[in-house]
């Protein structure tokens, strides 16, 4: 019987720009499918969560133009669990606006809140760990983000350092946040044993998550003033559309995470990956061949004289023939054909060359 | 007022493998359009007929699976004009068809045959030689063929011997056969001045052609006996199902002219080309840029640190994004993406690796 408090807010408003041609403005990474598993990370987030929040209490926040992708991917989602934001304004206004909803609903709420398009991989141990978190969270005003145990020096995650030793069972009070380090500060980190990866998993009571945010983040909290007048009723969206309009554009870790007092990191041992980038990908995807290349599918495929490619097409049963090809990105969706270096500086620079307009209106 | 003896038969049956994955079992190359003319080679060569023969009389041969293709890229085409073999069994099966039909409706006629898939410029020229060698034609047995002079020591079109000095407005007699010489054989045959090249279009009257198949070729033309009975009604295209499951595979070249006494060559030119390989399309495409990569079209693409590469899509308006590659043949199309290096042997090699089962039934 799983803890009537308990909710859930999944986050699946992401634009997705990191893996264009892949993700696109109306394609981003939380509807994909990277691996053979034919479920979308959002898919699999929603069926993660449920092993640990009653379904009635998962909400998903994404955005009015996703509406429909959201409703194919979780068909059986409450109408009334689907919030949609105008526009993406990074995770805090979106907490805000999910956090109101559940205190509506159950002043006594404790939440979690996970992005939509990460690998997570040992289920079990991820269960457990939430159900501690939440446990702990449950008894305190603790905000809680749960780091994962960093098995290599990677550069593409965030890293929280703890104030101490970590005991079993418990948080740790957060030291320091910091944004993707270079190769060789992050080899450093690892060898500290003092930091973990920002997994972007939060656990809380949602009053604590409100006051911090009302502390810290007023010109979000300002605009929800009244409230509790027009959630639940068929004022919401016009509300919510009218107030996203001045809505500033921050993340719940610089806006509240690293400002409060008690920011507190629980470490755990899941496996898990925000695919972030072409290499991480390469990793992810479901097929490697000896010659180290990595493909999306198995079938209809001739590698020959080829190695270390990643080779990705969105299109069913299309043949890949590709010969003399080496440590190159080969991308092909419906409209798009890019082929490019696997050197994520030559990846970044030729991107922005591309210029990509069908997200500029989305920035 | 064009000359109402004129007839033309368009030869539009080839399987086109050479070209695959652009071309393919149910595409070959005279539905496609390489350039950006917005018109097949089909309908251009069709265009190109009509002005100097009688549209009534231009006759297409083509195979009952490509019916409705013809049928779209022709749609002016009377349904008497179209004929359907149920395999492709090389020229002079096809030629014999087509002959015979013309000679039911015109004992008189004189015959322009050409393939449907070659690129032809200098429409003038084009025009004022066929129309010499129809006169000339006109009052002679002679089976002629047109021979392009030639501008490169090209290794990829087949060689015509002249017999002796050519004379303004006349065809000469033809010496030698040559199928694909090597690039030394080629440039020796430029040098000497004695040879053209072979572009498979001939001139002949339909009674000329008619006696030397059935002298040299009776094991096709014995076949059509009791044609006179059949063409024109409603057994025609069973009668000719039925014949050719018997009918011989034989080109024109080898079943008629290079036994025939009466082969003559009549200097062209015109520009011509058998768009026969890719380093021939490479030529041929619509788009080069400064960086010598080949395109078939224009619009939306972005190449960096890219040179002489062969760039095609099927799909129009898809954003071709390269990076970093050199001397590549890149060929995208609905089901296939196939990059190799721009080298024959190896395309050759990859594609037999490739099978292209659909073409097994055909050949």
């Known amino acids: 019987m799983l803890n009537n408090h308990y909710y859930c807010i999944i986050m699946a408003g992401g634009i997705g720009s990191r893996f264009w041609p892949i993700s696109r403005a109306d394609q981003p990474k939380q509807f994909l499918d990277f691996s053979i598993q034919g479920r979308s990370f959002l898919r699999r987030t929603y069926d993660r969560m449920k092993n640990v929040i009653p379904e009635e209490n998962i909400i998903v926040v994404s955005l009015e133009r996703y509406r429909d992708q959201v409703r194919s991917h979780l068909p059986e989602l409450p109408e009334q669990n689907l919030l949609l934001e105008p526009y993406n304004r990074n995770t805090a206004p979106c907490i805000a606006y999910a956090t109101y909803v559940i205190l509506q609903r159950d002043p006594e709420a404790i939440t979690v809140v996970t992005p939509s398009d990460h690998a997570i991989a040992r289920h079990e141990i991820f269960n457990s760990t939430l159900l501690e978190a939440l446990s702990y969270a449950a008894g305190?005003?603790?905000?809680?983000?749960?780091?994962?145990?960093?098995?290599?020096?990677?550069?593409?995650?965030?890293?929280?350092?703890?104030?101490?030793?970590?005991?079993?069972?418990?948080?740790?009070?957060?030291?320091?946040?910091?944004?993707?380090?270079?190769?060789?500060?992050?080899?450093?980190?690892?060898?500290?044993?003092?930091?973990?990866?920002n997994s972007g998993i939060f656990v809380w009571r949602a009053d604590a998550i409100r006051k911090e945010m009302e502390k810290y983040a007023p010109e979000i909290t300002n605009l929800w003033v009244g409230w509790r007048d027009v959630l639940g009723t068929g004022e919401q969206q016009a509300f919510v559309d009218r107030i996203y309009t001045d809505m500033p554009r921050t993340s719940i870790d610089y806006a509240v995470m690293e400002k409060t007092d008690n920011a507190w990191v629980y470490p755990a041992e899941f496996r898990w990956a925000d695919i972030g980038n072409w290499e991480s990908l390469y990793e992810y995807l479901a097929y490697h061949d000896a010659d180290g290349n990595a493909l999306n599918r198995t079938s209809r495929r001739l590698l020959k004289d080829c190695s270390d490619n990643i080779v990705y097409s969105t299109k069913e049963g299309k043949l890949l023939a590709l010969r003399g090809m080496e440590d190159f990105i080969v991308i092909d969706t419906d409209d798009v054909l890019m082929i490019c270096p696997r050197d994520e500086q030559k990846l970044k620079d030729f991107l922005s060359q591309l210029a990509m307009p069908e997200y500029e209106e989305y920035r």
Chains 1, 2 share one sequence.
Do not use: H
């Open 140 to 197: 305190s005003d603790a905000l809680i983000t749960l780091g994962v145990v960093p098995t290599r020096p990677d550069s593409n995650f965030g890293y929280i350092q703890m104030a101490g030793k970590p005991e079993e069972r418990r948080p740790v009070k957060i030291k320091t946040f910091t944004e993707k380090p270079d190769a060789n500060l992050a080899r450093v980190f690892i060898d500290t044993g003092e930091f973990l990866w």
